[in-house]
């Protein structure tokens, strides 16, 4: 973690921690993605790349985009570029340092499940209901996946969980 504050052109930024936060290796529709998670600061990341451990480059930050603290980052289109039977992912920074690699996560089934950390960024990873783009939390309840009705799942919930709800339920 940095705490350095650089004065640029009149504007401060302060270089924080960017971590590989949750990765859909195998979706049950659409693409394979990973979500960046910043935790201070505003930092830069255009240019950023992910890697697997084939090495093999998956994903650039191509856009100029700027990650605010607090705030997630997901890099969509991975399609088909994991190895859902074992594969891990690395962040390298415009200038090719390694920033952060995860271990090597496995993604049997295509459901809504993510390797994620808990808490954000600097958690371990664990396997958990996504939630891209939104802070991470295994206090989710899903109707009618895991609860018949959505009173079982309210009556099942405790404060701050989360209650999903499926259309035509």
Known sequence: IFGIVFL???VSFVLGSVYINEVELNPDSGSEWVELYNDV?????TGWKLWDNN???IFT???ETFLGPGSYYVAVGISNKLNNGGDSVSLYDSDDLLIQSTSVL??????????????????????FIDTKGFMNSDNIRNVPAE???IQAAIDAAGP???INIAAGT
């Open 8 to 10: 640029l052109l009149g």
């Open 55 to 57: 090495p093999s480059l």
């Open 160 to 162: 701050g969980d989360t």
């Open 41 to 45: 600061g505003t930092i830069n990341i």
């Open 106 to 127: 496995v993604d049997g089934d295509g459901d809504d499940k993510t390797h994620q950390r808990l808490p954000d960024g600097t958690g371990d990873f664990d396997f």
């Open 147 to 149: 609860y018949g009705t």
């Open 61 to 63: 930050v191509t856009a």
